[in-house]
């Protein structure tokens, strides 16, 4: 199927039904949740750990009945099928798509009903599951020696700070797993990120390390990506200075090698690159090309992670991961999460012309979860083309937004409960906190002494997804003696859709777990568009036009001359101003 051309699900009788139902929609939360004691629990599911709500959505047992059919003739499980078992549905770049390889357990400890890969899965000439254990457990036996002081630096301390040098792909998903399982790092070890090309990034991020206790993680797919081997070699002669000017190393090539072999490892696809810039293919972690850079936390590039949690926290994580991979297989479309969270999408983003999708984490160690999201979503979605080179026939692709719950509330809700645009919206929250604390005195009023802080954070939780349904009507706004002047401003509309995502806590699995189910959500809508989630062309030519700018930029006359007149005179702009 991959090389055949996609369905246009705009011509399906599914779509043409959607369309009937949307034109003249009037959703009505009260009514449906007042008409249907059972509301609640018919459009609750659970995927692993994550018991999902999709009641408060603006969906009905005909909508919901029409999507499936959509996903039926877009052949959504087929082609899940298909990239599993490592057809190569990445067609743009001629690759398979198997970072769902990635969290297989090892054969021999598969759970009852896994799938179990066939023996000698073998995709570009490698055995994907042995080459993938084959890797994990250099990188466990690594972590296992940074985290136990056997390695050390090069003057014999052992690492305090691992640094992760990476972009996109090679920083997001790291960085934001890390900031989610800071209760799980540990004690004496600080990760700490860089990606940006902006020298403030590295400076920062180095100001204050123990060079002796330093070690630099350069993370990159490719191994050509501009900010990464800049920040890298950045990296390698702060390192070079720092400990040449305490006398920790002598000043001589052979001294500097040393320091680079005990202080700098790589990840990456590229290892003959890797040499190449120093870094010995022995203290280097591959991975494969069938890995997309968004799709590859749970690879070797989750290294870093793999030092700070531990295997066995990584393990898990992993296992985390295979548990929705597994829902998403095995489970009926009618009760398959990330299907449905897809579909949805695909209702609001098509049908009701939402161009927006918000995610809300209350759980503050997930800050940086939406942000990892903008790059999986809207890195595999945001296409015009479909698989075939054909334009798209529908929208395509939301803006991923969000912020941790609460803060959101006191910055961008009130444009949800009452502006014009429709954004449906993601809660997610976690039952038991890290730190269960309670406010021993409360403030004698609405927090009684003692309170646990964590209900009252859950409370918001529960109170803002009711709100956006039920909203507050002009009448209720009366009642509560409102100026009749000011009643408009203060009723709310409600019929804005949520969906609540609820853990038992934000162990390592139930961060692999989200992660899983976003991943799969982005390939359920992919499918329906037609479009190949798995490559990025749109970030090229900005690349390629930086490089060619670069000169202008640094003075040169003539490559300034060349630019267009706008750019001309910016960069013309940028140079007058430089004083440094
Ligand atoms: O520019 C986009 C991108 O190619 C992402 O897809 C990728 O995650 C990121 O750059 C980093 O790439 P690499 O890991 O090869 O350095």
Known sequence: ???????????????????????????????????????????????????????????????????????????????????????????????????????????????????????????????????????????????????????????????????????????????????????????????????????????????????????????????????????????????????????????????????????????STALDKVAAFGIDPENAFGFWDWVGGRYSVDSAIGTSVAIAIGPDGFHDFLAGFHAIDEHMRTTPLERNVPVLMGLLNVWYTNFLNAQSHVVLPYAQYLHRFPAYLQQLTMESNGKSVRWDGSPVVTDTGEVFWGEPGTNGQHAFYQLIHQGTRLIPADFIAVANPAHPLKDATGDGKAVQPGADVHSLFLANFFAQTKALAFGKTADEVRAEGTAESVVPARVFSGNRPTTSILAPALTPSVVGQLIALYEHIVFTQGTIWGIDSFDQWGVELGKQLALEVAPAVDGDAAALASQDSSTKALIAKYLSLRTN
Do not use: C
């Open 1 to 267: 199927m991959t090389e055949s051309a996609p369905i246009d699900p705009t011509a399906t009788d599914a779509w043409k039904q959607l369309e009937g139902i949307a034109s003249g929609f009037a959703p009505d939360l009260r009514g449906w949740f007042a008409s249907d004691a059972d509301r609640a629990d018919t459009y609750t599911f659970q995927a692993g750990d994550l018991t999902v709500d999709l009641s408060k959505n603006l969906v009905t047992e005909e909508i919901l009945a029409q999507l499936l059919a959509l996903a039926k003739a877009a052949g959504v499980s087929e082609r899940y099928e298909a990239m599993i078992s490592g057809e190569r549905i990445n067609v743009t770049e001629d690759r398979a798509v198997l970072h769902t390889a990635l969290r297989r357990p090892a054969a021999g400890s598969a759970g009852a009903g896994d799938l179990v890969p066939p023996a000698g899965f073998v995709i570009d000439g490698a055995d994907v599951d042995a080459e993938v254990h084959a890797t994990l457990d250099k990188v466990y036996a690594f972590a296992d020696r940074v985290r136990d002081g056997s390695w050390t630096g090069v003057t014999g301390k052992r690492i305090e700070t691992v640094v992760n040098i990476g972009i996109g792909g090679s920083d997001l998903g790291p960085v934001m797993v890390y900031e989610a399982l800071k209760p799980y790092v540990q004690p004496g070890l600080e990760v700490r990120f860089v990606s940006n090309i902006d020298p403030s990034d590295i400076y920062e991020k180095t100001a204050g390390l123990d060079p002796e206790s330093t070690l630099f993680i350069v993370a990159s797919k490719t191994f050509g990506t501009l900010e990464t081997l800049t920040n890298a070699r950045l990296a390698r002669q702060w390192l070079w200075e720092r400990l040449g000017a305490s006398g920790a190393i002598a000043d001589d090539d052979d001294a500097r090698t040393a320091a680079v072999a005990k202080h700098f490892v790589a990840v």
